[in-house]
């Protein structure tokens, strides 16, 4: 599970912030949380709430790129920047990252700076009696090279000097059978964001979810169950393979979404998805993004988590998270939403606010923070009348 992140220089994020997902003793047991392999009790949701352009989704962000560069960055070109950006008011200077997470029952730290152009360090570390590290790589300006030093990794000395200053060792490692870095790129999270911000629903978006139910029975009669259950009208949902003809002449196989709805004296019709209404759609679309992770264990990350959807449809999203039965692995959801509604579903630890000032630099904080507020305060209320910052100026 992911205890918690923290960056600056990042976006529109110039000051180092963080978030966390840890709970402590002051936290009624009620709130959905998940007991972490290390003992460690930690939340299953994170709300994300704030203004329009005021960084929500760029306090996603740094999870995705961390979670990008440390599995995926050594098929990148050798030439390629890093896909990141530094706050507009400090491009000369480095960003750094820092996550902490249990993983085969121990905590984890990875810390991370770099430039767009290399990283110039990067370090693993795994706690026993205290943190110790299993690598440490630093840009050695003088030698122009890296020097690293190991305990317990595996790559050999002379691969890890030469990894690309554009990619991770843990990544690196990976291609070359190191076990421990295998097992770290192995970790699964799904999201709705790409580099350019939120991916919009629409027929790809659709075909690739059919795509994921057409293989998984019993993910797809959940889904259906839900559906179902959250009144859409559906009594059923089929995916079905399709074949289009392209213009050189090729075919190409592809799988859609099919509504079956029940009507009056036992009569039923289907709909093709894309007839659908668009908060069907995307129920559909989200659930094949949750449904993955909370079978397998993970980090969804969803920006605009109520797009398209009623605000009566969030709790009962969110009660997938919470409830033992369909979160058997303790996965989390982090998530931007517009739809206030929210604070009165969740607890105060497991709400961030967003806001930008006038220079624009964005800041970041926990609800719990805020002082003299109280467990039993109406959050709504309360934050539609500016008590808690984090509302639009207008």
Known sequence: MLHRYAFSNFQSFRERTAVSWLLDGRVPAAVWSGQATTAARVSTVMAVIGPNASGKTALLKPILFLDWFMRHSFGTDPSAPLPLRPHAAAQNEPTEFEVEADFD?????????????????????????????????????????YDVKQQDFGLAPAEARKVRPNASLIATAAQYGVPLAQRLVNSHISTNIHQFGRVVNDTDQLVRAATHFATEESQRQQLVRLLAAWDLGLSDLQV???????????????????????????????????????????????????????????????????????????????????????????????????????????????????????????????????????????????????????????
């Open 105 to 145: 029952g121990r905590l984890w730290r990875y810390t991370l700076r770099c430039t767009p152009q290399r990283v110039l360090h990067e370090a693993l570390y795994v706690k026993h009696e205290r943190m110790r590290y299993v690598f440490v790589r630093e840009w050695n300006e003088s030698s122009q090279s």
């Open 240 to 394: 079905r393979e399709m074949e289009a003809v392209l213009p050189d002449g090729k075919t190409e196989k592809f799988w859609l979404p099919f509504g079956i709805h029940r009507a009056a004296e036992g009569v039923s019709f289907e709909l093709p998805f894309a007839l659908e209404s668009s908060g069907t759609q995307g129920a559909f679309v989200l659930l094949g993004r949750l449904l993955p992770v909370l079978a397998a264990g993970g980090l969804a990350v969803i920006d605009e988590f109520e797009n398209d959807l009623h605000p009566h449809m969030l709790e009962p999203i969110l009660d997938l998270f919470a409830n033992p039965v369909t979160n058997p692995h303790r996965a989390q959801l982090l998530f931007t939403c517009h739809a206030m509604e929210v604070l009165n579903i969740l607890h105060k630890s497991q709400v961030m606010l967003v806001e930008k000032d006038e220079n624009n630099e964005s800041s970041a904080w926990r609800l719990d923070s805020v002082d003299g507020i109280r467990s039993d305060d109406n959050f709504y209320a309360k934050y539609m009348a500016g008590a808690f910052g984090a509302v639009p100026q207008l």
